[in-house]
């Protein structure tokens, strides 16, 4: 079994050193570029995107562009660690003194309910999703806490000493029981042990000699339990939670054979398993269904806390070292195993494009790299201790042309042979296919070695004979053109050359000489680089003018900054075969070309280039290699930089309370200040800032992380929205912040002053004009007099007829209560006069007002009915209702403006009618501003009723019909809405009954039709 241990581990250490040395690039922090101590315990990045680091000194914050550290007051120790965040975004954290802090206002605070119960210990604590606080401390109970509260409440009673506490969900959280060893689970006050089983599924009897700490993968996958620090005789503890039970992580094998305890670790749900340890961080690599080791990081460093950003960065705190952040994983360094100089000496590069890079120096060493092998295959002496100027390898001859300071070519086996004749500071080779190498230095030069090549450079070219020409063993030059020249391209497929001078680019062709201009600004080309692509397009990389494109030699586009270029200064460009690549600036830049146009990819120290100063660029079998400043990287060419994450935008209201509402700002203080800041962690300071203030000026302007922005003296009497926005380096905004307030204008603006000036200025002009309104207002009260006389006439009118039909309507019930008294029926004569006083007394109440409301005109009419109904005993039946829809209170007629109706229907339809008598009323609003009342009796009718009538009084008109007649005349005079009266009589032809309908049409005076009443009916 041993022996099986050992080879294993003998594997895995010539798997460590055949794989390690190409480490991920990455950023170093520490006290030497801001960050306020090396010590680092925990890393969080919270909801709105900032970096917060638990540090010995305490919370600090990073944007991406600086570090700050957040301080405050009664602490008993300033470390801090194990940083979360609640629901409502305010962070949380513990220090080793027993205190749970948070932070508010860029200030840390204590959590006071907390500090009765600490004991002096050290505790740990967990904050749900809820806001609840979880706490314990070694030798007391689960303590809950809601923010708000003063009083805890305690989960579990059991007094044995718990650490490593964690949130499962809101009901369930984990901790480790050091008295029985195990790891427990608390769920709504039940404390269950959990399980662990090996792989296979066996029941592990583990004992737990150390807290064990638990966190969830990047994605929240899955849940991921470790022992920190076992003890010596104690092997690695990993273990997965999966159904209720802990089963052993499938790395855990390899820790075991190399020996590894977890200090730290994160799974980013895409294979990546990153393990802090002690000594460095492991990263791990899932694929086709096991873990490899891939790569040891941070080699010494002890990593406390490993997470990746939202951005797809991972960053990784020491103890000792600060802090380390891999913007990605697909850009690589060379390390100095694999390249043993020094990194910063590496200068130009080229390749055969097969299987060996070439490496110059800025000493005499120049390497070959071997790609496949991937190991430095032989170090050349280069004769001279500077940078090379030039460095191309001939895919012809196989050989490797450099220039330092003067010409050396290695033969196909490396051998070195130098031309002290030509020394011209050449910039830049080209091989023909032809066998001529065009150079370029202080001129445009082609060096040959065949009579026929001379023959056809003579035939194409002039030759510039300022300078000699040159010859040296097998070697002759010819001049071109002998100016300044910094780029050159032979063009097979035209059989041109192309030279990039320093004042144009110039084509050669037939003894000819063309320079290429800009086709809209009429200005030449400065050609920094030259390359073909593959459809046979020219790229004229230019000092200041981006990339031109030349079918032949006409151009056909331009690319600068304007449209996709990280900058215009081009300084080299490769062709691949599916892309052209390009350095721009400080940026390394991929473009496809499309049909409909550019398709453009960036990289820049963001994304893991080690320094903005690059040297070199070369493509070889899919590989992008970079030599910059700090040393030699590489990634594959369809990696993708873009970072697709918006960054943050945080606006502060300077000396504005609760800053995110609208605030209104005094006259006298109508200045303002804004403080932005946000969060890029990949931007490493180059975030961009923009702001406005609409009300003010609608253009955005710039700003930096961290500016006071401020705006005094603001106009008076306006709104103005203050907006911000932030930009990384992929072009991604954040979304807007916006701060409303207004000015309010001085008290002399104000609405009472001006209304008091105007007051004051009507009062001046009535007074000036007060005796023509006099003269005025005299002839109009005239003419209202005289209306008003006509009006008193007509109320004057109308109360005579009131006052006559109400002894009329008495003179009727009289005679009722006399012919009881004559049938000597007392008991209906009292009960007819008791339901007549009542009767009485309301039309007494109601005989002062010209109108009333409906509820009280009902009531009358019900009293008058009760009283018919007694005198007709049984032989008479009545129905009176009211839509539900009618509000009777709020309804207002005239006064006794139906009765009269009903008393005529009594008298001349059912008196005379044998059988039963039926009387039906009706109120209805089938239109908005009427009230319809249907009177129907089963009378015998009008005709019949005048005909009897016409019998016993031939010469006597009914009062009741002329007052009531002579009364709607009265009503309805200079009305607009008057009361329509409409009869219909039923002969038993057009109905089953005889009898008779009066539709009365009455307008509202007032009132409303909202609330719902129930009918009134009796039989």
């Known amino acids: 079994m041993n022996l099986v241990r050992y080879l294993f581990l003998y594997l895995a250490i010539l798997t460590y050193n055949n794989c390690f040395g190409q480490l991920p690039s990455f950023h170093h922090f520490d006290v030497n570029n801001g960050l306020p101590t090396n010590e680092v315990y925990n890393l969080y990045q919270d909801s709105n995107g900032f970096l917060w680091l638990g540090t010995e000194l305490g919370f600090v914050r990073y944007n991406g562009t600086n570090f700050k550290l957040i301080n405050g007051k009664g602490l008993r120790g300033t470390s801090v660690t194990d940083i979360q965040e ?38 740990d604590f967990s904050v749900d999703r809820t806001g609840r606080i979880l706490i314990v401390n070694g030798h007391n109970f689960i303590y809950e806490f809601k923010q708000k509260t003063r009083l805890p409440n305690i989960l579990a009673e059991e007094s044995n000493p718990k650490y490593g506490i964690f949130h499962l969900n809101t009901d369930s959280v984990f901790y480790t029981d050091l008295t029985d060893r195990r790891i427990k689970i608390l769920t709504n006050g039940r404390i269950k042990t959990v399980v662990c089983r090996n792989k296979k599924g066996e029941l592990l009897q583990t004992e737990i000699k150390n807290t064990v700490n638990f966190t969830r993968s990047y994605k929240e996958k899955k849940i991921i339990a470790f022992q920190r620090q076992p003890s010596i005789s104690d092997n690695p503890k990993v273990w997965l939670y999966k159904g209720g039970e802990l089963i052993e992580h499938p790395v855990l094998e390899l820790l075991n054979e190399l020996d ?27 694929s086709n269904g096991i873990f490899n080791l891939k790569d040891l990081l941070f080699e010494g460093n002890a ?112 051998k070195y042979k130098q031309y002290d004749a030509f020394n011209q500071a050449y910039k830049d080779f080209y091989f023909a296919s032809n066998g001529i190498v065009y150079v370029t230095g202080s ?26 020409v040159k010859s040296q063993g ?43 201009i800009d086709p809209i600004s009429k200005k030449p080309i400065i050609g920094n680089a030259l390359t073909q692509l593959a459809n046979g397009w020219i790229c004229i990389g230019t000092i200041e003018q981006g990339i031109y494109f030349a079918d032949n030699d006409s151009i056909i586009g331009n690319l600068t900054s304007k449209n996709g270029l990280y900058s215009d200064r081009i300084k080299k460009m490769r062709v691949s075969d599916k892309y052209l690549w390009i350095i721009a600036g400080e940026a390394v830049q991929r473009i496809e070309i499309k049909k409909k146009g550019f398709d453009i990819m960036s990289y820049t120290i963001h994304d893991g280039l080690l320094s903005k100063e690059i040297n070199d660029i070369e493509v070889v079998n899919g590989d992008v290699y970079i030599s910059t ?41 109508n200045s303002i200040a804004f403080q932005i800041d946000g969060a890029a962690l990949k931007s490493r300071g180059s975030l961009k800032f923009y702001y406005r203030l609409i009300g003010l000026d609608s253009s955005w302007n710039t700003a930096i992380a961290g500016q006071t922005i401020r705006y005094p003296n603001l106009p008076w009497k306006k709104n103005y929205t203050f907006q911000a926005k932030s930009v990384h380096e992929d072009g991604i905004e954040s979304v807007t912040s916006s701060f409303s307030f207004s000015v309010n204008e001085p008290w002399w603006y104000s609405w009472w002053w001006i209304l008091v000036c105007f007051i004051g200025l009507a009062g001046a002009v009535y007074l000036l004009v007060q005796r023509i309104i006099t003269n005025n207002q005299n002839k109009m009260n005239l003419r209202i007099k005289a209306i008003q006389t006509q009006e008193d006439l007509r109320q004057s009118q109308l109360a005579s007829l009131k006052a006559q039909m109400n002894p009329h309507f008495m003179f009727n019930a009289l005679n009722s209560i006399q012919e009881f008294i004559v049938l000597n029926e007392k008991k209906s ?114 005709k019949k009723s005048l005909e009897i009538n016409g019998l016993r009084q031939k010469k006597h008109t009914s009062f009741a019909t002329g007052a009531t007649q002579k009364r709607l005349e009265l009503l309805n005079q200079g009305r607009k809405e008057q009361i329509v009266v409409s009869y219909t009589d039923y002969d038993g032809s057009n109905y089953p009954e005889s009898g008779t309908e009066v539709n009365l049409k009455i307008p509202l005076f007032n009132g409303s039709t909202s609330q719902t009443k129930s009918n009134i009916s009796q039989t």
């Open 86 to 123: 609640d629901n409502s975004g305010k962070l949380w954290a513990h220090n080793f003194s027993g205190q749970v802090l948070y932070i508010s206002n860029d200030t840390t605070k204590v959590f006071e309910p907390w500090e009765p119960y600490y004991k002096k210990q050290l505790i």
């Open 260 to 286: 590894i305890n977890p200090t730290s670790i994160l799974d980013d749900d895409e294979g990546n398993f990153f393990i802090g340890t002690f000594q460095g961080c492991y990263w791990f690599k899932y």
């Open 303 to 414: 990593i406390s806390s490993i997470i990746k950003s939202k951005d797809g960065g991972y960053w990784f705190g020491s103890l000792k070292n600060g802090v380390f952040h891999i913007p990605n994983l697909s850009i690589l360094q060379f390390s100095q195993k694999e390249i043993p100089v020094d990194p910063s000496i590496i200068g130009i590069l080229s390749s055969n494009r097969k299987d060996k890079l070439f490496i110059s120096t800025y000493k005499k060493d120049l390497l070959v790299w071997n790609i496949q092998n991937r190991r430095i295959e032989s170090v050349l002496d280069s004769k001279f201790n500077r940078d090379a100027q030039a460095l191309k390898f001939n895919p012809y001859t196989n050989e490797l042309f450099i220039f330092k300071t003067f010409l050396g070519i290695y033969s196909p086996k490396l």
């Open 443 to 468: 001129g445009l030069t082609a060096i040959y070695n065949k009579p026929e090549h001379l023959t056809f450079l003579e035939s194409q070219y002039k030759q510039d004979t300022i300078f000699q």
């Open 474 to 516: 097998q070697f002759s030059s010819y001049n071109v053109l002998i100016q300044r020249c910094k780029s050159v391209l032979y063009d097979e497929i035209n059989k041109s050359l192309w030279g990039g001078f320093i004042d144009g680019t110039y084509v050669f062709k037939d003894k000819k000489q063309k320079n290429i």
């Open 629 to 669: 400043a700090r040393g030699l990287q590489v990634f594959k060419e369809s990696f993708s930089s873009k970072n697709y994450y918006p960054p943050s935008i945080k606006v502060n209201a300077i000396g504005i309370e609760n800053h995110k509402q609208s605030t209104s700002l005094n006259y006298k203080s």
């Open 829 to 942: 004569a009292n009960r007819y006069m008791g339901k007549f006083a009542d009767l009485m007394r309301m039309i007494l109440d109601q005989s002062n007002h010209e109108t009333v409301s409906l509820e009280d005109e009902l009531k009358m009419i019900h009293l008058y009915l009760e009283l018919e109904a007694l005198r007709f005993e049984n032989g008479f039946q009545y129905n009176l209702e009211v839509d539900p829809d009618i509000d009777t209170l709020y309804t207002f007629i005239p006064a006794m403006i139906v009765q009269p109706y009903i008393e005529n229907a009594i008298k001349h339809g059912l008196l005379h009618k044998q059988g039963k008598k039926e009387l039906t009323i009706q109120f209805k609003q089938t239109d908005p501003n009427y009230l319809l009342c249907q009177i129907k009796d089963n009378g015998i009718g009008r």
